[in-house]
């Protein structure tokens, strides 16, 4: 595209990667420490894992479940994707 603008192009390898490659990897790696340590936590205590442990409330209206709860936000992309449906309901 800027060939066809008349600019002159060339690619060639760096040398060394550049810094902000570093900076974003740092934060990869403490987040993967976080999760490592959480899943050992939860591995040790060889507890199961419940809507309650992690803020959430979930109850039956016929055949649909309802999960709900302050931090309900958090988890509505990974509920969304396994098919789940956002629904605001009114605060009781």
Do not use: C, H
């Not at 990869?28 to 959430?56: D, H, P, R």
């Not at 709900?68 to 936000?73: F, L, N, R, V």
Request: aromatic share 6%; hydrophobic share 40%.
């Amino acid at each position: 595209m800027l060939e066809r603008e008349g600019y002159r192009v060339s690619v060639k390898q760096a040398g060394k990667l550049g810094e902000d490659i570093f900076e974003q990897l740092g934060f990869v790696l403490s987040q993967q420490a976080v999760i490592n340590k959480s899943m050992q936590e939860i591995n040790k205590a060889n507890t199961v894992v419940t809507l309650k442990n992690i803020g959430l409330t979930g109850t039956w209206d016929g055949s649909t479940f309802i999960i709900s709860g302050d931090m309900i936000g958090d988890f509505i992309p990974a509920l969304e994707a396994m098919g789940g449906k956002k629904k605001v309901a009114p605060r009781k």
